[in-house]
């Protein structure tokens, strides 16, 4: 026999559950930082506080996240809710690879880690041919010239260009 409460329910029943729980842990966990993040100021009216509007977002975060999870229409995992955890798994993993290259500009380089990271990329997305390796490679240096020369953006030299001698140092650190 089906159950009424699922039928009545019109949207796609797979990895709500996942989310619900994901969302409510994320905002519980930003809801306990709010202390050490935010202040309570002395003599100050209580709509300017700083910790006012973060704590009401987050407070609402918390509140609806909860009702979310409580008025779900089912409350048990599925098959159907870790092929849909995968799918946001692929998702994830672009921002991840967007992390390890912020990690490594400040090591490595902007450019060195740049001429890397663009072949890698074109290949995690499918353009395996050479020559689309090699235009990647290359529209990663003209970025590079692009931000670093002629939009003279600033961006922090690498811990490796301390060990260049002095005036290939100085070279690498302002254009490289």
Same mark, same amino acid.
């Given at each position: 026999?089906?159950?009424?409460?699922?039928?009545?329910?019109?949207?796609?029943?797979?990895?709500?559950?996942?989310?619900?729980?994901v969302?409510l842990?994320?905002?519980?966990?930003?809801?306990s930082q709010?202390?050490?993040?935010?202040?309570?100021?002395?003599?100050?009216?209580f709509?300017?506080q700083p910790?006012?509007?973060?704590?009401?977002?987050?407070?609402?975060?918390?509140?609806?996240?909860?009702?979310?999870?409580?008025?779900?229409?089912?409350?048990?995992?599925?098959?159907?809710?870790?092929?849909?955890?995968?799918?946001?798994?692929?998702?994830?993993?672009?921002?991840?690879?967007?992390?390890?290259?912020v +990690?490594? @500009?400040? %090591?490595? &380089?902007?450019?060195?880690?740049?001429?890397?990271?663009?072949? $890698?990329? /074109?290949?995690?997305?499918?353009?395996?041919?050479?020559?689309?390796?090699?235009?990647?490679?290359?529209?990663?240096?003209?970025?590079?010239?692009?931000?670093?020369?002629? +939009?003279? @953006?600033? %961006?922090? &030299?690498a811990?490796?260009?301390?060990?260049?001698?002095?005036? $290939?140092? /100085?070279?690498?650190?302002?254009?490289f």
């Amino acid at each position: 026999m089906s159950d009424p409460k699922l039928s009545a329910f019109k949207g796609p029943l797979r990895g709500q559950l996942l989310f619900a729980i994901v969302f409510l842990v994320a905002a519980l966990l930003l809801l306990s930082q709010l202390p050490e993040e935010t202040k309570w100021a002395k003599r100050t009216k209580f709509f300017a506080q700083p910790r006012f509007w973060p704590a009401v977002a987050v407070g609402g975060m918390v509140l609806f996240g909860g009702l979310h999870l409580w008025k779900l229409p089912r409350r048990k995992f599925v098959t159907a809710d870790f092929t849909e955890w995968k799918t946001w798994f692929f998702a994830i993993e672009w921002v991840l690879w967007f992390l390890a290259y912020v +990690l490594l @500009v400040p %090591i490595l &380089g902007y450019l060195p880690v740049t001429l890397v990271f663009m072949p $890698l990329m /074109s290949w995690r997305m499918g353009y395996r041919e050479k020559h689309m390796l090699w235009i990647s490679a290359g529209f990663g240096a003209c970025v590079v010239i692009l931000f670093k020369s002629l +939009l003279d @953006v600033k %961006i922090p &030299g690498a811990m490796v260009y301390e060990y260049l001698p002095g005036f $290939l140092r /100085s070279f690498f650190i302002l254009n490289f």
